[in-house]
Nanobody
Framework: QVQLVESGGGSVQAGGSLRLSCTVTKYPARSSCMAWFRQAPGYEREAVAV??????TNYAEPVKGRFTISKDNAKNLYLEMNGLKPEDSAMYYC???????????????????????WGQGTRVTVSS
């Protein structure tokens, strides 16, 4: 059974950094799309960063240049977050699909939400 467990959330001041981790058990497939989403109170869940099986990545505009998504050989997923802003405060979720990312203009889609597996989330709070 595929399980995703996020960690690394916490409270930081604006300008600070956090590194989120997502431990994946029983990785679903050889080529799987992986992503980080976030959801703030009163807002829809949105994709923050996506990484395809070949390592190609895509980011939401508000986090470009500040966040970096990566994965290791064990298929665990990471999100390095620098220059955090109060508007980054949210619950962050990792997600893994059963196949590679849907591509839009040769980049992993940021609008696709049909991931097969989701973690329970880790909270990030950024104070001004």
């Amino acid at each position: 059974q595929v399980q995703l467990v996020e960690s690394g959330g916490g409270s930081v001041q604006a300008g600070g950094s956090l590194r989120l981790s997502c431990t994946v058990t029983k990785y679903p497939a050889r080529s799987s799309c992986m992503a980080w989403f976030r959801q703030a109170p009163g807002y829809e869940r949105e994709a923050v960063a996506v990484i395809d099986s070949d390592g190609s990545t895509n980011y939401a505009e508000p986090v470009k240049g500040r966040f970096t998504i990566s994965k290791d050989n064990a298929k665990n997923l990471y999100l390095e977050m620098n220059g955090l802003k109060p508007e980054d405060s949210a619950m962050y979720y990792c997600a893994v699909d059963k196949w590679g990312c849907t591509l839009i203009s040769d980049s992993p889609s940021m609008v696709y939400r049909g991931y097969a597996y989701w973690g329970q989330g880790t909270r990030v709070t950024v104070s001004s």
